[in-house]
């Protein structure tokens, strides 16, 4: 049930943002709001009269993110801030909030800048690595869906279109908070060493920060709700995205369960934890890339293919096949079309993959791509576009002897098998252009 005395709010920060934090929460105690926990990127508030407070919010080395709240090194120092004169709140991860409100005469927690330096410091380290490791396996996993093998599926896909640029997103956001971490530890660092004020982000910074986190999440955001009307099942979507879900708060909790199992040294922590997400990371990349792949699939079964495939054994002078053993596939998406045919009797069989699109570049790149991957295959690729007779924009590459023909235009590539010893070249490849291009 909604509680007006209650307000939360998602704010994204660092624990070498603390001076940041310790001003949003100032800023929301004299709107008359108290802070009362913090859960990731949650903060939750109790309504208050409007007053000025002093928040205090200390990044704790010495504990590990996975200990439990009330672990006895927090709570001996938790005792010591109190013992001076400040009010705990809460503890999310390394940070411990605290505040006062006789804002006149308050003895800060922490004195010694380089000592204050080194704890925020070494306690950004779990984040900072984190946030690395989520954006090196998107990447992999990026390069692999984009980078390796080819690119009709992905072309002509909005769902992989759209989950690549969500995996962009996620990249993106993550490595802002890295950038931001190294360009104030360097700073920081060459402050220290001529003995001068050690700088922190202040609130305004953090704002600009979260405006481009915010900006990602907006996009991704857009792009699920776009993914979801591409598609004729988006019941399979949404299992996707709970999926998703279910599986990093299921791998976040074990991990804190198991670790709290027993006392392991902090180095024992560190890698178990680390483990555990990449593990957990990469699941929820499968099950994300596996969801939609079939989610695609489903959505081509249910489109409707061309009434006549542009090119069949008809064409070249031949009776088609067995209907029954014609297998077509055509997908589109909002940059290409492709079609893929396969079809013929025993003696005589076509197959070829043709993809469509009004921007050249990506006919370009999946031409590249082709050849580079049957480069590296081992295979012989010759142009031979000379042999034809044929308009100057069309592109004629013989692969492994004739077995294979990569037929170009700005416009429209065809990768057609030549299975048929009875037609010259020259017949079969004009025969292509006048019903293809």
Same mark, same amino acid.
């Given at each position: 049930?909604?509680?007006?005395?209650?307000?939360?709010? $998602?704010?994204? $920060?660092?624990?070498?943002?603390?001076?940041?934090?310790?001003?949003?929460?100032?800023?929301?105690?004299?709107?008359g709001w108290i802070l009362e926990k913090i859960n990731g990127c949650l903060f939750t508030f109790q309504k208050i009269e409007p007053k000025k407070l002093k928040y205090s919010v200390d990044a704790f080395c010495e504990i590990s993110v996975l200990d439990t709240e009330d672990s006895d090194m927090a709570m001996d120092y938790r005792e010591y801030c109190i013992a001076a004169g400040w009010k705990y709140i809460c503890q999310a991860g390394k940070i411990q909030v605290f505040y006062r409100s006789d804002v006149e005469s308050i003895i800060p927690i922490q004195t010694d800048n380089r000592e204050k330096f080194t704890a925020i410091f070494k306690s950004s380290l779990y984040n900072v690595f984190m946030n690395l490791l989520v954006a090196v396996l998107f990447g992999f996993n990026l390069y692999l869906q984009f980078f390796q093998g080819t690119l009709e599926y992905n072309l002509t896909s909005n769902l992989s279109l759209f989950s690549g640029v969500m995996m962009l997103s996620v990249i993106a956001m993550n490595l802002t908070s890295v950038i931001s971490f190294f360009i104030w530890a360097i700073r920081s660092k060459i402050k220290e060493k001529n003995d001068e004020f050690i700088p922190y982000n202040n609130y305004k910074q953090l704002k600009r920060k979260n405006c481009l986190n915010k900006i990602y999440l907006g996009i991704v955001m857009i792009i699920l709700i776009f993914a979801a009307s591409s598609t004729n099942d988006i019941l399979s979507i949404i299992a996707v995205m709970l999926s998703i879900s279910l599986t990093s708060i299921f791998g976040v909790v074990f991990i804190k369960k198991f670790i709290n199992r027993r006392k392991y040294s902090k180095p024992a922590k560190f890698a178990i934890s680390a483990i555990g997400i990449l593990i957990t990371i990469i699941v929820t990349i499968n099950i994300t890339m596996f969801g939609l792949m079939i989610a695609n699939n489903s959505n081509e079964e249910g489109s409707d293919l061309p009434q006549k495939s542009t090119f069949t054994l008809s064409d070249l002078g031949y009776k088609d096949g067995n209907p029954e053993e014609i297998y077509e596939r055509y997908s589109k998406s909002i940059l290409a079309e492709n079609l893929h045919y396969s079809g013929g009797t025993e003696g005589r069989h076509i197959s070829y993959d043709m993809l469509k699109s009004n921007y050249q570049w990506t006919i370009k790149l999946q031409k590249d791509r082709i050849i580079k991957n049957m480069k590296g295959y081992g295979y012989d690729i010759e142009s031979v576009s000379y042999k034809f007779n044929l308009p100057k924009d069309i592109e004629v590459d013989s692969i492994d002897g004739?077995?294979?023909?990569?037929?170009?235009?700005p416009n429209t590539i065809v990768k057609v098998f030549n299975n048929f010893e009875d037609m010259s070249q020259y017949d079969f490849v004009r025969t292509i252009y006048e019903e293809c291009f």
């Open positions: 049930m909604w509680d007006k005395n209650k307000k939360t709010t $998602y704010f994204m $920060y660092q624990p070498y943002e603390c001076t940041a934090v310790e001003e949003y929460l100032e800023d929301m105690a004299e709107k004739g077995r294979i023909l990569l037929i170009s235009s």
